[in-house]
């Protein structure tokens, strides 16, 4: 079962970035959801710097 629903207009934009900008957003991506769960267990006080 699916954790998560794109909508249409999401895939379609995502499809129209480079590689370059796809592997980006990627990695953009997994540090904000690292930030979420470090902020849910109480380790995260401050915002990202880099």
């Given at each position: 079962?699916?954790?998560?629903?794109?909508?249409?207009a999401?895939?379609?934009?995502?499809?129209?970035?480079?590689?370059?900008?796809?592997?980006?957003?990627?990695?953009?991506?997994?540090?904000?959801?690292?930030?979420?769960?470090?902020?849910?267990?109480?380790?995260?006080?401050?915002?990202?710097?880099?």
């Open positions: 079962m699916p954790t998560f629903h794109t909508m249409l999401f895939e379609r934009d995502y499809k129209r970035l480079s590689p370059q900008q796809q592997a980006q957003f990627v990695d953009c991506l997994k540090k904000f959801v690292s930030d979420l769960q470090d902020m849910e267990a109480g380790r995260r006080h401050n915002v990202r710097q880099d």
